[in-house]
């Protein structure tokens, strides 16, 4: 009888739960493209709507734009909508930062509680901690970061506008252009989408692992190791792949994933006690099943269960979608297997 060790079947649900979280982190990244996208076409018509309403007969001038003040309205508009667009970004973040937090929280608590004895108890940190700790209301930093990205922005397309942006194109090359502008840093010059994209990916993965150091902390009796592991897919670079397997200190480790914003998406894997090991300090017929496992030669980390009728057999993966039914709002009790 062959029967999945804690190892093989941890690596499994880790996967599952990567893949989890990255479609999360998709969904949450494809929002609020999106919405930007809908604010440049809105940054495009605005700047339309007010030359024409300016220059309804005769061909426009930047001279003349500026005695009528048509630029300066344009930015006053561009304005309205780029702050709409901070808050609205602002509160998207807050709300997927927290489902980030809270979806790795209980995914983490699942693979726990899945890969020991159903004996073991499971400790979910305080939800209303998570809340308060890592959710702020008020700034933070990745709040100022997107709020001085889209001033520079808004600097840029005024630049555009009476510059060479307007020179020599049509009116709606000239808006095309004008809102396309860049976000100027000293590093470079970056696509305003391409900024946002990697600051809520990192804010979202931080939030994460920022989760899986609460479930280390509020069950250190029972997890015993932190491991670094990759996706062992096509996109792991050659510095995460030499770390596989790795064990780590914890979270000020300086090889504690993520060691660079993707394509990789490497991870800390949470080991727990073995499961015999489990089984020894748990019930008396945890006990004698220890026994019988190691007279079999199933000890230590055969991932073995009794059947109603005493027989032994290989656990049954309760999936995430099961547990999380039953366990799915985490309140600071605790969160047993099964
Ligand atoms: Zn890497």
Same mark, same amino acid.
């Given at each position: 009888?062959?029967?999945?060790?804690q190892?093989?079947?941890?690596?499994?649900?880790?996967?599952?739960?990567?893949?989890?979280?990255?479609?999360?982190?998709?969904?949450?990244?494809?929002?609020?493209?999106?919405?930007?996208?809908?604010? $440049?076409?809105?940054?495009?018509?605005?700047? !339309?709507? *007010?030359? +024409? /309403?300016?220059?309804?007969?005769?061909?426009?001038?930047?001279?003349?734009?500026k005695?009528?003040?048509?630029?300066?309205?344009?930015?006053?508009?561009?304005?309205?909508?780029?702050?709409?667009?901070?808050?609205?970004?602002?509160?998207?973040?807050?709300k997927?930062?927290?489902?980030?937090?809270?979806?790795?929280?209980?995914?983490?608590?699942?693979?726990?509680?899945?890969?020991?004895?159903?004996?073991?108890?499971?400790?979910?940190?305080?939800?209303?901690?998570?809340?308060?700790?890592?959710?702020?209301?008020?700034?933070?930093?990745?709040?100022?970061?997107?709020?001085?990205?889209?001033?520079?922005?808004?600097n840029?397309?005024?630049?555009?506008?009476?510059?060479?942006?307007?020179?020599?194109?049509?009116?709606?090359?000239?808006?095309?252009?004008?809102?396309?502008?860049?976000?100027?840093?000293? $590093?470079?010059?970056?696509?305003?989408?391409? !900024?946002? *994209?990697? +600051? /809520?990916?990192?804010?979202?993965?931080?939030?994460?692992?920022?989760?899986?150091?609460?479930?280390?902390?509020?069950?250190?009796?029972?997890?015993?190791?932190e491991?670094?592991?990759?996706?062992?897919?096509?996109?792991?670079?050659?510095?995460?792949?030499?770390?596989?397997?790795?064990?780590?200190?914890?979270?000020?480790?300086?090889?504690?994933?993520?060691?660079?914003?993707?394509p990789?998406?490497?991870?800390?894997?949470?080991?727990?006690?073995?499961?015999?090991?489990?089984?020894?300090?748990?019930?008396?017929?945890?006990?004698?099943?220890?026994?019988?496992?190691?007279?079999?030669?199933?000890?230590?980390?055969?991932?073995?269960?009794?059947?109603?009728?005493g027989?032994?057999?290989?656990?049954?993966?309760?999936?995430?979608?099961?547990?999380?039914?039953?366990?799915?709002?985490?309140?600071?009790?605790?969160?047993?297997?099964?």
């Open positions: 009888m062959k029967i999945k060790t190892g093989e079947v941890l690596a499994k649900l880790e996967l599952e739960t990567r893949k989890a979280m990255r479609d999360h982190e998709d969904r949450s990244v494809l929002t609020l493209i999106r919405a930007w996208r809908a604010v $440049q076409v809105q940054m495009r018509s605005i700047i !339309l709507s *007010e030359y +024409m /309403s300016d220059f309804p007969q005769k061909d426009w001038t930047l001279f003349e734009a005695r009528k003040g048509t630029l300066i309205r344009i930015d006053h508009r561009i304005t309205q909508a780029l702050n709409i667009f901070f808050t609205f970004t602002h509160n998207h973040l807050l997927v930062l927290l489902e980030s937090h809270q979806q790795e929280t209980l995914r983490a608590l699942w693979m726990l509680a899945v890969t020991t004895p159903k004996s073991t108890v499971i400790k979910a940190p305080n939800g209303n901690a998570i809340r308060e700790a890592d959710v702020p209301e008020d700034a933070t930093p990745w709040a100022l970061r997107l709020s001085t990205w889209l001033g520079l922005l808004r840029q397309i005024n630049i555009n506008l009476t510059s060479q942006a307007l020179a020599g194109n049509t009116l709606q090359e000239a808006a095309a252009e004008a809102t396309d502008a860049k976000v100027k840093l000293p $590093q470079g010059n970056f696509d305003f989408d391409g !900024l946002l *994209e990697r +600051m /809520s990916r990192y804010e979202m993965i931080s939030a994460q692992a920022s989760a899986r150091g609460d479930v280390s902390d509020a069950n250190d009796d029972i997890i015993t190791r491991v670094f592991m990759t996706l062992a897919d096509d996109k792991v670079c050659p510095e995460c792949e030499a770390l596989e397997g790795a064990e780590l200190s914890g979270p000020n480790d300086e090889n504690y994933p993520p060691i660079h914003l993707g990789c998406r490497c991870f800390v894997s949470q080991v727990p006690m073995e499961w015999a090991e489990l089984l020894r300090s748990g019930t008396p017929e945890d006990q004698q099943f220890v026994k019988d496992l190691e007279e079999l030669g199933m000890a230590p980390t055969a991932m073995a269960v009794r059947d109603s009728e027989k032994i057999e290989g656990s049954v993966i309760v999936s995430f979608e099961d547990w999380s039914s039953k366990y799915g709002p985490v309140v600071g009790s605790a969160a047993n297997a099964r």
